[in-house]
């Protein structure tokens, strides 16, 4: 009994161990048959894995099964760095992302456009709008720093992943080529660009030819409304610009201001304004940077023609409250009427010098356009009606399409009497319009030199862009009442004299006056 025990576990033994072995071997095999699937794959376990993306999926064409060949790895890091030899597949190497140019919604091509069309339906001046554009090309570029000669005729390459929205202009699309090719060789930042993109803007007007023309900024236009309301933080100067030699002189210093106690006179020409040479830009720039914060400092650098001398003064700008009128009694008689600019404020207040004078027995009247540089249509035709019949002609100004508008005075006038009317050089605009309305009806002598010559009117336009700039442009050219045309030459007095500024307390022009209406 025992030894069939023995036999029984015996054979349990060998049995289990045949077993044994043949699953062992059995494993192996299989494991070997994996590894050979594997290796024909191209896989190195332990490294990385690979799997479809997302993108490669939807380029594969409905109906068709992906290729192994097309599908590019997606790494999966390890601690381990990477065996693999194998090139990068071509789509992980491509060129930038796909990207669009708009040109059609950049806010710069839109404002060329807004003021081209402006000129084209409001500028009455003569211009040549190729020039303008060849004008306002070179200035982006050189603005920029660049030179014209190397970008005259570069265009820009754009790879296939650039789509071009264009302009059906040829020339907002080379303003829009110019842009780029700048972006892409001069690192510009954003303030850059947008001064760059005023002074273009301010070149393509300037090109026009019209002197009188201009494009303001938002900046700039605030100034020009405040001076038309009749107040300002400045210096207190009226400045006149000769629109051929841009020679800026000051024609006027208000009593009471920065400027009069720092020693400026009338007569002395801008040259510099804090070191920057003005001498050839247009008046509003200038008045731009006169004109600022209250309790700032400005250094003017004048010439002073009388003394051949170029001084340098500093003044402290501040509120300066522009007083239009100025009036008093010279004898018991002889009223005297100097009215400085055109404003809102001057109606009201040449009214009030008028009726103030004749209360104080008035019956006789000089009135000083001496230096005036003109002002606001409207305000200058009321005042003329303090003077002229009711019903007559006072205005006249023929527009670009032919239409002609025409003005009467609307009021019993408030005064009539002698009258003479001073005038100069520095007489221009809306105060030639005062003075040839007296002159052709025989309502004042004027007495003087001959007035500056400026016989177009300007009106101020929005662009659509909402950057608040605005363009200033020659809408009509106007006549007095009998015609006479005095733009470019001026109207000529009926008795020549001026006054030398150097004789502080004497005026020779105004005691001529007074002689006359003795």
């Given at each position: 009994?025992?030894?069939?025990?023995?036999?029984?576990?015996?054979?349990?033994?060998?049995?289990?161990?045949?077993?044994?072995?043949?699953g062992a071997l059995a494993v192996l095999g299989m494991t070997r048959f994996l590894e050979s699937i594997a290796e024909k794959r191209g896989s190195m376990p332990g490294t990385e894995a690979t799997l479809p993306t997302q993108a490669q999926a939807?380029?594969?064409?409905?109906?068709?099964?992906?290729?192994?060949?097309?599908?590019?790895?997606?790494?999966?890091?390890?601690?381990?760095?990477?065996?693999?030899?194998?090139?990068?597949?071509?789509?992980?190497?491509?060129?930038?992302?796909?990207?669009?140019?708009?040109?059609?919604?950049?806010?710069?091509?839109?404002?060329?456009?807004?003021?081209?069309?402006?000129?084209?339906?409001?500028?009455?001046?003569?211009?040549?709008?190729?020039?303008?554009?060849?004008?306002?090309?070179?200035?982006?570029?050189?603005?920029?720093?660049?030179?014209?000669?190397?970008?005259?005729?570069?265009?820009?390459?754009?790879?296939?992943?650039?789509?071009?929205?264009?302009?059906?202009?040829?020339?907002?699309?080379?303003?829009?080529?110019?842009?780029?090719?700048?972006?892409?060789?001069?690192?510009?930042?954003?303030?850059?660009?947008?001064?760059?993109?005023?002074?273009?803007?301010?070149?393509?007007?300037?090109?026009?030819?019209?002197?009188?023309?201009?494009?303001?900024?938002?900046?700039?236009?605030?100034?020009?409304?405040?001076?038309?309301?009749?107040?300002?933080?400045?210096?207190?100067?009226?400045?006149?610009?000769?629109?051929?030699?841009?020679?800026?002189?000051?024609?006027?210093?208000?009593?009471?201001?920065?400027?009069?106690?720092?020693?400026?006179?009338?007569?002395?020409?801008?040259?510099?304004?804090?070191?920057?040479?003005?001498?050839?830009?247009?008046?509003?720039?200038?008045?731009?940077?006169?004109?600022?914060?209250?309790?700032?400092?400005?250094?003017?650098?004048?010439?002073?023609?009388?003394?051949?001398?170029?001084?340098?003064?500093?003044?402290?700008?501040?509120?300066?409250?522009?007083?239009?009128?100025?009036?008093?009694?010279?004898?018991?008689?002889?009223?005297?009427?100097?009215?400085?600019?055109?404003?809102?404020?001057?109606?009201?207040?040449?009214?009030?010098?008028?009726?103030?004078?004749?209360?104080?027995?008035?019956?006789?009247?000089?009135?000083?356009?001496?230096?005036?540089?003109?002002?606001?249509?409207?305000?200058?035709?009321?005042?003329?009606?303090?003077?002229?019949?009711?019903?007559?002609?006072?205005?006249?100004?023929?527009?670009?399409?032919?239409?002609?508008?025409?003005?009467?005075?609307?009021?019993?006038?408030?005064?009539?009497?002698?009258?003479?009317?001073?005038?100069?050089?520095?007489?221009?605009?809306?105060?030639?319009?005062?003075?040839?309305?007296?002159?052709?009806?025989?309502?004042?002598?004027?007495?003087?030199?001959?007035?500056?010559?400026?016989?177009?009117?300007?009106?101020?336009?929005?662009?659509?862009?909402?950057?608040?700039?605005?363009?200033?442009?020659?809408?009509?050219?106007?006549?007095?009442?009998?015609?006479?045309?005095?733009?470019?030459?001026?109207?000529?007095?009926?008795?020549?004299?001026?006054?030398?500024?150097?004789?502080?307390?004497?005026?020779?022009?105004?005691?001529?006056?007074?002689?006359?209406?003795?």
């Amino acid at each position: 009994m025992e030894e069939k025990n023995n036999k029984f576990w015996k054979g349990f033994l060998i049995g289990a161990l045949c077993f044994f072995v043949i699953g062992a071997l059995a494993v192996l095999g299989m494991t070997r048959f994996l590894e050979s699937i594997a290796e024909k794959r191209g896989s190195m376990p332990g490294t990385e894995a690979t799997l479809p993306t997302q993108a490669q999926a939807e380029t594969t064409a409905p109906g068709e099964q992906p290729s192994s060949t097309a599908i590019a790895p997606v790494t999966i890091p390890t601690d381990r760095p990477s065996e693999s030899t194998e090139t990068p597949a071509p789509a992980e190497t491509t060129a930038g992302e796909p990207r669009t140019i708009d040109r059609v919604r950049d806010a710069f091509l839109r404002e060329l456009e807004d003021v081209a069309s402006l000129f084209e339906e409001e500028e009455v001046m003569p211009y040549d709008m190729g020039v303008m554009q060849q004008a306002a090309l070179k200035t982006y570029v050189e603005l920029a720093g660049g030179s014209w000669a190397e970008y005259e005729s570069l265009k820009p390459s754009y790879g296939p992943e650039v789509t071009v929205i264009e302009w059906n202009d040829d020339f907002l699309n080379r303003m829009g080529e110019i842009r780029e090719l700048v972006d892409e060789r001069i690192g510009l930042t954003d303030e850059q660009k947008t001064e760059i993109e005023i002074g273009t803007l301010k070149e393509f007007v300037a090109a026009s030819g019209d002197v009188y023309s201009d494009y303001l900024t938002a900046e700039e236009w605030e100034s020009t409304q405040q001076e038309s309301d009749g107040s300002y933080c400045g210096i207190g100067v009226q400045i006149m610009q000769d629109p051929e030699t841009m020679e800026s002189t000051v024609t006027r210093v208000f009593n009471n201001s920065p400027a009069r106690e720092a020693g400026m006179l009338a007569g002395d020409i801008f040259k510099k304004v804090d070191g920057m040479d003005v001498t050839q830009m247009l008046l509003e720039q200038i008045v731009t940077y006169v004109r600022g914060h209250e309790g700032e400092p400005v250094t003017l650098t004048v010439y002073r023609p009388a003394t051949n001398e170029t001084l340098d003064i500093t003044c402290v700008r501040r509120k300066v409250e522009v007083d239009t009128v100025t009036y008093e009694m010279l004898t018991d008689r002889i009223g005297y009427l100097q009215l400085t600019e055109f404003d809102n404020v001057t109606i009201r207040q040449t009214r009030e010098a008028l009726e103030s004078l004749q209360q104080s027995g008035m019956r006789k009247l000089i009135l000083d356009l001496r230096g005036n540089p003109g002002g606001l249509l409207n305000s200058v035709l009321s005042v003329a009606d303090y003077f002229v019949e009711r019903g007559r002609l006072t205005f006249r100004m023929d527009y670009k399409d032919g239409d002609t508008y025409t003005e009467k005075a609307a009021e019993d006038p408030i005064f009539q009497g002698g009258m003479v009317v001073l005038v100069d050089k520095g007489s221009a605009s809306a105060a030639e319009v005062l003075t040839g309305i007296l002159q052709d009806y025989d309502i004042a002598t004027v007495m003087g030199t001959t007035t500056f010559g400026k016989g177009i009117v300007q009106s101020y336009y929005d662009t659509e862009t909402g950057s608040g700039s605005i363009v200033k442009l020659t809408i009509a050219h106007y006549y007095s009442p009998l015609g006479r045309d005095f733009h470019g030459v001026g109207l000529e007095p009926d008795i020549t004299g001026e006054d030398d500024v150097l004789t502080e307390d004497k005026d020779e022009l105004l005691e001529k006056a007074i002689e006359y209406l003795r």
